[in-house]
């Protein structure tokens, strides 16, 4: 996006000399925000959803600061969420979610946003917002807030597991490992904790063709495109293991199927979910391992084969490819800045100030129904 590159920039930049303050049109940010509603609400952060004019439906990831390290971490998940949006931009995946906007505010910028233009309907928080909008002022000094764009995500696994099972076709599949495999093997970043609640997708009405280096293809259909949520928790600063068992464990893939949770994958996506965890597969380079799934996958699914001269000749579809030339995929990692040594621990940051005695009291008739 166009918000990215100058992001990405500014951070790498700021990494080496000066610091980073409050982003300064923090009191227009929320302006071209209308029809929002609360997702869910924690005791540090909150999403909203909000249809804009200029990027549609969008989700705000809000997240209240008392701390500087927390902030950093927010910086460091834009960061992330604008590096793999170069996987899209070059034809690789588009399956991680977009990172559209990032403020870093005072948290009193937040306040009004929240009581006035967001509907309070099904926000489930002890005490109601006004006590919570209390506490964050009296103790957070700053908030930051993520735009990202909108994507359909499965309620709690917990709720009613039988409604998931089978959730985890053999094309999520596909595109789960081969995302996990192409972010570490292009932006050396490890994808981390995931959960069923973090695979989330969009309806697509177009197919997507993956291509190996060795020119294995598959073409998946028009329907659920897998688009992974909370970058917030991905590894950064270079982890490129060299072996596939400490990529898919770093993301906790094998964990996200354990035990009851089997259930989760149809019976072809099962056979492959098995293939992955042997231990002949793990010892195999990245590369070579997602060629063995390829393969696998094509045995199991021969009406999704196809080839790159096919492919070429098709309409109505999206193609990605994973690169294996290091140095094509070094050029790509640094397409806006070099941030593979990127440490969001040490970002220069200026100080947040102590956040004042609350002594306001929420405008009268202001609160959203």
């Known amino acids: 996006t166009s918000f990215c590159e100058p992001f990405v920039r500014r951070l790498g930049n700021r990494g080496r000399s000066g610091s980073v303050g409050f982003s300064s049109d923090c009191e227009n940010a ?3 925000h209308e029809q929002c509603r609360f997702l869910g609400a924690g ?5 909203v959803l909000c249809n804009t004019s200029t990027m549609g439906q969008v989700v705000l990831k809000l997240r209240f600061h008392i701390s500087i390290s927390t902030v950093r971490n927010s910086f460091k998940e834009a960061l992330v969420g604008c590096q793999t949006s170069l996987l899209a931009r070059h034809h690789i995946a588009d399956t991680f979610l977009s990172t559209l906007g990032f403020q870093w505010c005072p948290t009193a910028t937040v306040a009004p946003f929240l009581r006035t233009r967001v509907r309070r309907k099904n926000l489930n928080l002890t005490g109601g917002l006004e006590n919570y909008l209390r506490r964050q002022a009296q103790r957070a000094a700053s908030a930051t807030m993520i735009t990202l764009s909108a994507v359909i995500v499965p309620e709690d696994l917990g ?8 959730f985890v076709t053999a094309p999520l599949l596909l595109e789960l ?5 192409v972010l570490n093997l292009v932006l050396e970043y490890s994808v981390e904790d995931l959960r069923l609640h973090h695979l989330g997708w969009r309806a697509v009405g177009f197919s997507r063709a993956y291509t190996t280096p060795r020119g294995r293809t598959v073409v ?3 329907g659920k495109l897998l688009k992974l949520i909370d970058l917030g928790s991905y590894r950064v600063r270079r982890w490129n293991h060299t072996d596939t068992h400490s990529v898919l464990s770093t993301a906790f893939f094998f964990t996200l199927f354990k035990r009851d949770r089997i259930r ?6 099962l056979k492959l979910f098995q293939f992955t965890s042997q231990e002949t597969v793990g ?23 196809s080839t790159v001269s096919k492919v070429r000749a098709m309409t109505n579809v999206r193609w990605y490819r994973a690169v294996g030339d290091p140095r094509r995929r070094t050029e790509i990692a640094t397409t806006f800045s070099d941030v593979r040594d990127f440490d969001w621990k040490t970002l220069p940051l200026t100080r947040v100030p102590r956040p004042s005695p609350v002594t306001d009291k929420a405008p009268q008739g202001g609160a959203a129904p």
Do not use: I, N
């Open 43 to 47: 005791h540090f952060g909150m999403g």
């Open 264 to 269: 989760q994958l149809d019976d072809t996506a």
């Open 283 to 305: 010892r195999m380079p990245p590369l070579q391992a997602l060629e063995a799934f390829f393969e696998l996958f094509l045995q199991l699914s021969p009406g999704l084969a």
């Open 30 to 32: 929320f302006a071209h």
């Open 220 to 222: 998946l259909p028009p």
């Open 177 to 181: 490992l081969y995302s996990v495999l």
């Open 159 to 166: 709720q009613d597991p039988a409604q998931f099972v089978g």
